[in-house]
Nanobody, 113 residues
């Protein structure tokens, strides 16, 4: 069983920065990522990273967000810069262990204009 604990959300003004962290316990995950869900919208991919460090980003966050991982600590981070009001959402950490996919509880990110 894998548990994901997220931290780092909050309220920030447009143009500001936040850093989200996700710590996985139980097993080493091979594939990690962040997704987000805004009110009234479907959950969408933000960024993913493989164990070897290959990354993938949604077009809407390219150049502003950076995903990284610390394999020794089994954690994944999301550095978010130049935040916009449209980035407001609940952000969820995701980790894949074998054939199983796990989700964190979500952390709220609110960007004020």
């Amino acid at each position: 069983q894998v548990q994901l604990v997220e931290s780092g959300g909050g309220l920030v003004q447009a143009g500001g920065s936040l850093r989200l962290s996700c710590a996985a316990s139980g097993s080493i995950f091979s594939f990690g990522g962040w997704y987000r869900q805004a009110p009234g919208k479907q959950r969408e991919l933000v960024a993913t990273i493989t164990r070897s460090g290959f990354t993938n980003y949604a077009d809407s966050v390219k150049g502003r967000f950076t995903i990284s991982r610390d394999n020794a600590k089994n954690t994944v981070h999301l550095q978010m810069n130049s935040l916009k009001p449209e980035d407001t959402a609940v952000y969820y950490c995701n980790a894949v262990v074998g054939s199983q996919s796990y989700w964190g509880q979500g952390t709220q990110v609110t960007v004020s204009s």
